[in-house]
Structure formats: structure tokens, C-alpha cells
């Protein structure tokens, strides 16, 4: 009599639900390699305060290789800065991808749940006309009317 729910569109909504996992998966690698990528710009930053400037002390050679290096330490922050800036980009893109995506599964789910709701509406009204009928029935047969 009652026949299990069954949503037509179950295939599609399982797609678009793996699709919003994978971009949530994307989104968040992005954010981890956005703060690698932070954490790596504070070092070269430390490192480039802590020998910058000359002491009194320091003979020529030092001198000159700490240059060097304080050169080397300045390139690669120029270059974590522009790596930086283009993970930012690339976090809002996957924000707004997975934004569109979550959108385009809960359209489904939204679907899939109201035409549950009115699956259950319909169990219960078949129900409610057997249950009816069962009672019509019964109070003939108490009644003895049809006799």
C-alpha cells in the first residue's frame, strides 16, 4: 500500500553535494598554503630586523656578506609578498566557487525536502481514507444496517 519515498533528482543532488565537498576541500588547502605563505613572510621579516644595520664591531667581510644577505632577505620577501597577494586571489575565487556551489545544493536539497513533505502530506491522507473506511465499515457491521 505504501511505496517508499523516492526523489528523482537523488543522482544530481549527490553530484552537487561531492562538487561542494571537493570545494571546500580546494578552499581550505588554500587557506593553509595562505598562511604558510604568511608565516614564511614573518620569518623573512624577523631575520631581515634582526641583522639589519651595522655594529661597531663587525669587520668588512661581515659586513659586506650580512648585505648580501640582507639583499637575498629583501628579494624574498618582495617575491612571499606577490605569492601572498595572488593566494588571496586565489581564496576569493574558491570562496565565491564554493558559495555557488553550496547555493546550487541546497536548491536541490530545498527541492528534494518539499517534495518529501508533500510525499508524507500524501501517506497521510491515504491513511486518513483507509482509517475513515475502516471506521464507515466497522459501524455498518455494529450497526446492522445493510442487514
Known amino acids: 500500500m505504501a511505496e517508499k519515498f523516492k526523489f528523482g533528482l537523488e543522482k ?3 553530484i552537487r553535494i561531492a ?4 570545494s571546500k ?3 581550505t588547502e588554500s587557506q593553509r598554503e595562505k598562511k604558510r605563505i604568511e ?3 614573518e620569518e623573512l621579516n624577523e631575520n631581515f630586523h634582526k641583522y639589519n644595520g651595522i655594529s661597531p664591531n663587525e669587520d668588512v667581510v661581515y659586513q659586506k656578506l650580512k648585505r648580501y644577505y ?3 632577505l629583501q628579494s624574498g620577501i618582495e617575491t612571499t609578498e606577490k605569492d601572498l597577494e595572488k593566494k ?11 558559495t555557488v556551489k553550496q547555493m546550487e545544493r541546497k536548491t536541490v536539497q530545498t527541492l528534494k525536502e518539499k517534495k518529501y513533505s508533500a510525499y508524507v502530506k ?8 483507509n482509517l475513515d ?3 464507515l465499515y466497522a459501524y455498518v457491521r455494529n450497526s446492522g444496517i445493510g442487514n
Not at 562538487?19 to 571537493?22: D, I
Not at 588571496?88 to 564554493?98: A, G
Not at 500524501?122 to 481514507?129: N, S, Y
Open 88 to 98: 588571496e586571489q586565489e581564496i576569493n575565487v574558491r570562496r565565491r566557487d564554493l
Open 25 to 27: 576541500r580546494l578552499f
Open 70 to 72: 640582507l639583499q637575498g
Open 19 to 22: 562538487k561542494e565537498e571537493e
Open 39 to 41: 608565516e614564511k613572510l
Open 122 to 129: 500524501e501517506q497521510d491522507r491515504i491513511e486518513q481514507i
Open 133 to 135: 473506511e475502516l471506521a
Open 12 to 14: 544530481l543532488l549527490e
